[in-house]
């Protein structure tokens, strides 16, 4: 996987990626848009779409500046931490290595899963 752990090490770290709802929706997103390159504003868009309520316009523009900064500065260098996107903060854009997020992170939770049942198969 290109996750930059390997082991447990990168099984833990797929797990503390998901274990975000904005970095679920992002993977979601990068996953079902099939680009190559994305923006920040863009991302930042997408997460909203979920996460949209009542906000009025004021509290909506609000909710999108809070969003873009967290992304910038939490998310999204998570993820390319673990090579599952590049972000160049300094042009704020996004290359996503699609093929990390289709096939590795799901058999990566699959083995987790594995773990842990046989974990509890073990504590009887």
């Known amino acids: 996987m290109g996750v930059k752990n390997s082991g447990q090490e990168t099984l833990d770290a797929c797990c503390g ?12 997103h990068l996953l079902q848009s099939g680009e190559d390159v994305y923006s920040l504003d ?5 997460v909203l779409e979920r996460e949209r309520g009542q906000d009025s316009a004021p509290q909506l523009e609000k909710h999108r500046q809070r969003t873009s900064i967290e992304l910038h500065h939490r998310h999204l260098p998570k993820l390319a931490d673990t090579g599952l996107i590049d972000y160049d903060a300094r042009t704020h854009t996004v290359r996503c290595q699609e093929s990390l997020i289709r096939d ?12 842990i049942e046989e974990y509890l198969d073990n504590q009887d």
């Open 17 to 28: 990626i998901l274990s975000n709802q904005r970095r679920q929706y992002l993977c979601a």
């Open 42 to 46: 863009e991302l930042v868009e997408r």
């Open 104 to 115: 590795d992170i799901p058999e990566l939770l699959k083995q987790k899963i594995t773990t």
